[in-house]
């Protein structure tokens, strides 16, 4: 964190959760709070907005492969190049982690971080191309079509991963599969979407 440049597109959301780490490391240093701040990486799972003109990219691709089958659509337009890589949690883990580290004392924490790069990532440790994303969740959809890389459209930053071995130290790993949160994802989806 704070060694190189934002990616343009997510700048002002980088400088605001900068922005709530640094605030919360500060407040523990002068008043001796126990502020505890988490950066996942990218997430997903139940409740998620699936609407795919403002959504994520798994819920996105979720529901353009659903469309996709239920229109039996002959191709999916999936944007870029399929290349870049990127990291997924399921929030169920997320929570867990987030129980995992408000649960250990004050002290062992203290021991794993410096006061001054506090936070802790908390992700799996292993990314996927879009390319791969993209046909997993053509599988757990059941679309039958093929998928159409849109090379026109930007690929955003080549690879989002996040190192985890702090929280793995501190006794915490994800525990879904990326299959299966993405199989768990596409159940609430078919149970609560209403468009």
């Known amino acids: 964190m704070l060694s190189g440049q934002l990616e343009p597109t997510n700048e002002p959301y980088a400088i605001a959760k900068i922005a709530g780490i640094k ?4 407040y523990n240093r002068e008043y001796g709070t126990d502020y505890r701040s988490l950066m996942p990486t990218n997430l997903y799972g139940p409740n998620d907005n699936f609407q795919s003109k403002n959504a994520h990219v798994i819920p ?3 529901s353009k492969f659903h469309v996709g089958k239920l229109e039996n ?6 944007w870029g190049s ?9 929030v169920d883990d997320l929570a867990e ?41 053509k599988d757990v959809v059941g679309f ?3 998928i159409v890389f849109n090379t026109e459209m930007p690929d955003g930053v080549k690879r989002k991963q996040l190192d ?3 929280i793995e130290n501190m006794g915490w790993r994800a525990s879904m599969t990326l299959k299966n949160g993405l199989e768990e994802t596409y159940d609430w989806f078919l149970k609560n979407n209403r468009e």
Not at 23 to 26: A, D, G, N, P, R
């Open 97 to 137: 982690a987030s129980i995992h580290i408000m649960g250990l004392d004050k002290k062992i924490l203290e021991s794993k971080v410096n006061p001054m790069l506090s936070h802790i990532n908390i992700g799996t440790g292993e990314d996927t191309s879009i390319k791969d994303l993209a046909q997993i969740i």
């Open 23 to 26: 605030l919360c490391e500060s």
């Open 73 to 78: 659509k002959p191709f999916v337009e999936v």
């Open 144 to 146: 039958c079509g093929e």
């Open 60 to 62: 996105a691709l979720i």
């Open 164 to 166: 985890v071995s702090k």
């Open 82 to 90: 399929g290349r870049p890589l990127r990291e997924f949690l399921y």
